[in-house]
């Protein structure tokens, strides 16, 4: 059977230093059979959360349905079907960037949180799929998940999504030019994560 991976990407800038990691980490996975797939969150039509709720209110496994008319619904059907997971953003202001951000709380609905209940409760326990983490800052790697809200917003994003996570990649020392390129060690190691997912 061949395996999925989908790549969820929060960067603004095309081409540029998230795209390309996480692109290697995708063919690395291609190169050991598995299909991919990349959703950038910047092309699609993705409202706030306005903390309304109901999609927690009723029980069950299964997912809750947002009550907002936007690309959610197609964005985590696509998700839905995956194996494996790669979650991007580069570091902005201390954070993953405002669109990962909007992401990660529209993901209310993979949670129960009835009103009178102190907080959510997740409704599937299972983590079955694997995610990657990835995330690039101009501070060295090593500081982004000392320094930094980065890893635990990307890593609850792929909890929500029903992933554990296996590996990271934290690009430091990202934004010295305008157009960085990464090493040739940064995009073996890169590869090397996505041949683990396959």
Known sequence: MISRVVAIVGSYREGETIDTAVEAILQGARARGSETHTIYLREQHLKFCTNCRQCAQVPGLERGICVLGDDLEHVLNDIETADSLV????????????????????????????????????????????????????????????????????????????????????????????HQSLSAHTIERARRMGMKLA
């Open 87 to 178: 979650v991007g953003s580069p570091v902005n202001h201390g954070n993953v960037t405002a669109l990962s951000r909007l992401f990660l709380e529209r993901l209310t609905g993979y949670g129960y949180w009835p009103w009178g209940q102190a907080g959510p409760r997740p409704r599937k326990r299972v983590l079955s799929r694997r995610a990657v983490l990835v995330a690039s800052a101009a501070i060295p790697g090593l500081l982004i998940p000392l320094l930094t809200g980065t890893s635990i917003a990307l890593r609850n994003t792929a909890q929500l999504l029903g992933a554990k996570t296996v590996d990271k990649l934290w690009i430091g020392m990202a934004a010295r030019e305008k």
